[in-house]
């Protein structure tokens, strides 16, 4: 189960964290993922942090948002900073795991079957 919180209103150039709290998910191998969603456009894969501590990020927030966990893993974050009106989407938090064959070639990252709810963040 992932749940999201942290989610808000914010002004242009304001900063918040989102929580992604994990549990029942335990692998030695996994991918850790947020995407959002803005009304009327597709989903969007915004950061990832692998098992092997390799972290990704959309063209769109390079620079401006941050994925990192906890040490134990139960809880990952993203930190946004610099916010835009265009960052506004429901984010929702996702994971993926299994053996290092499975989730090699970023196939983790893609195929994310844990979800959370979404949190909403709104930006004006």
């Known amino acids: 189960q992932l749940v999201e919180s942290g989610g808000g209103s914010v002004q242009t150039g304001g900063s918040l964290r989102l929580s992604c709290t994990i549990s029942?998910?335990?692998?030695?191998?996994?991918?850790l993922n947020w995407f959002r969603q803005a009304p009327g456009k597709e989903r969007e894969g915004i950061a990832s942090?692998?098992?092997?501590?390799?972290?990704s990020y959309a063209d769109s927030v390079k620079g401006r948002f941050t994925i990192s966990t906890d040490d134990t893993k139960t809880t990952f974050y993203l930190q946004m900073d610099s916010l835009k009106p265009e960052d506004s989407a429901t984010y929702y938090c996702?994971?993926?795991?299994?053996?290092?064959?499975?989730?090699?070639?970023?196939?983790?990252?893609?195929?994310?079957?844990?979800w959370g709810k979404g949190t909403q963040v709104t930006v004006s």
């Open positions: 942090y692998e098992s092997d501590f390799t972290k």
């Open positions: 996702a994971a993926e795991g299994g053996s290092q064959q499975y989730c090699s070639g970023g196939h983790c990252c893609a195929n994310p079957s844990y």
């Open positions: 029942g998910f335990s692998y030695k191998y996994y991918c």
